[in-house]
């Protein structure tokens, strides 16, 4: 059984970079057509795709973050990590990362597994 | 990229079925195929409830259905039960290597 698990810090400043690393188990980041991402979620809002990338480091990420996001992957440790800069309050959420199945001939387009999420408060 | 409309709540009572709706544009929803439906409990994570318009993943009851016209995407929960009560997200692929999300829907079982 695919599990997925967030690791980080639970406070951030403002300004600041956020690094959060995702931990995979029970398989391989390797397999597959999978890309692995990362959603959020405000408390009391939404979910909001951040970006997805695949184990050769190709990625896609949402526009609306503005540069802010890099995202990367460590085959060797079956992880993959990502970074969001210049860091308001509004950045606040709960960060998800999960597998994604990039649409393919009329397949995928999915999230499949997710981790149970983490806290990220981004407060002075 | 704007986020996907859905209702804010939905509700109904034990063995009544509910639809809840997803609106977005012909650049995600009505261009491709790729809708995708996501069952929240407090505190939870997201859980995938049906993908690729109208497939149910292993383990998710028939209750669950989902269809597609047009630009708007729709789950059924037919015969509602009291463990169905959560939040309910939409998504599309949006062309281009990009997800969106809708807000949510508040699922209620009176």
């Known amino acids: 059984q695919l599990q997925l698990q967030e690791s980080g810090p639970g406070l951030v400043r403002p300004s600041e970079t956020l690094s959060l690393t995702c931990s995979v188990s029970?398989?391989?980041?390797?397999?597959?057509?999978?890309?692995w991402g990362w959603i959020r979620q405000p408390p009391g809002k939404g979910l909001e795709w951040i970006g997805s990338i695949f184990h050769s480091g190709s990625t896609y990420s949402n526009p609306s973050f503005r540069g802010r996001i890099t995202l990367s992957v460590d085959t060797s440790k079956n992880q993959f990590s990502l970074q969001l800069s210049i860091l308001s309050a509004a950045d606040t959420a709960v960060f998800y990362c999960?597998?994604?199945?990039?649409?393919?001939?009329?397949?995928?387009?999915?999230?499949?597994?997710w981790g149970q999420g983490t806290l990220v408060a981004v407060s002075s | 990229q704007s986020a996907l409309t859905q209702p804010p709540s939905a509700s109904g009572s034990p063995g009544q079925s509910v639809t809840i709706s997803c609106t977005g544009t012909t650049s995600d929803i009505g261009g491709y195929g790729y809708v995708s439906w996501y069952q929240q409990h407090p505190g939870k994570a997201p859980k995938l409830m049906i993908f690729?318009?109208?497939k149910r993943p292993s383990g998710v009851p028939d209750r669950f259905s989902g269809s597609k016209s047009g630009n708007t995407a729709s789950l059924t929960v037919s015969g509602l039960q009291a463990e169905d009560e959560a939040d309910y997200y939409c998504s599309s692929y949006a062309g281009s290597g990009l997800v969106v999300f809708g807000g949510g829907t508040k699922l209620t079982v009176l």
């Open positions: 029970g398989g391989s980041i390797r397999s597959g057509s999978f890309y």
């Open positions: 999960a597998r994604w199945l990039l649409p393919v001939a009329g397949s995928g387009g999915l999230f499949d597994y």
């Open positions: 690729e318009v109208n």
